[in-house]
């Protein structure tokens, strides 16, 4: 069984910070892409931020200039450093892997992790 686990959420007042984490599970080999997602209450759930295994980034321009996404690739771990953060923030983030490959050989694309919530208090 593999697994995205998040962590970090919290409820924070305008203009604070907080550092989500994600790690897979122990039996994952290799992790190709990952990325944030966010999705507030009411609405779809869109890209916060990505990440390639290279290290290449991609961030939604709402979060641009706030946000940092990084990965331990030894870890398979992904990080969202979020600060001076908004009202507008306030959703539940979720972690993704677009591929995920188990040391012996499973494939999982698309894979999600149970989200952590994220709230910013005015």
């Known amino acids: 069984q593999v697994q995205l686990v998040e962590s970090g959420g919290g409820l924070v007042q305008v203009g604070g910070s907080l550092r989500l984490s994600c790690a897979a599970s122990?039996?994952?080999?290799?992790?190709?892409?990952m990325g944030w997602y966010r999705q507030a209450p009411g609405k779809q759930r869109e890209l916060v931020a990505s990440?390639?295994?290279?290290?290449?980034?991609n961030y939604a321009d709402s979060v641009k200039g706030r946000f940092t996404i990084s990965r331990d690739n030894a870890k398979n771990t992904v990080y969202l450093q979020m600060k001076d953060l908004k009202p507008e923030d306030t959703a539940v983030y979720y972690c993704?892997?677009?591929?995920?490959?188990?040391?012996?050989?499973?494939?999982?694309?698309?894979?999600w992790g149970q989200g952590t919530q994220v709230t910013v208090s005015s």
């Open positions: 993704n892997a677009d591929h995920m490959v188990t040391y012996n050989g499973i494939s999982y694309k698309n894979y």
């Open positions: 122990r039996n994952i080999w290799r992790i190709n892409a």
């Open positions: 990440i390639t295994s290279g290290g290449s980034t």
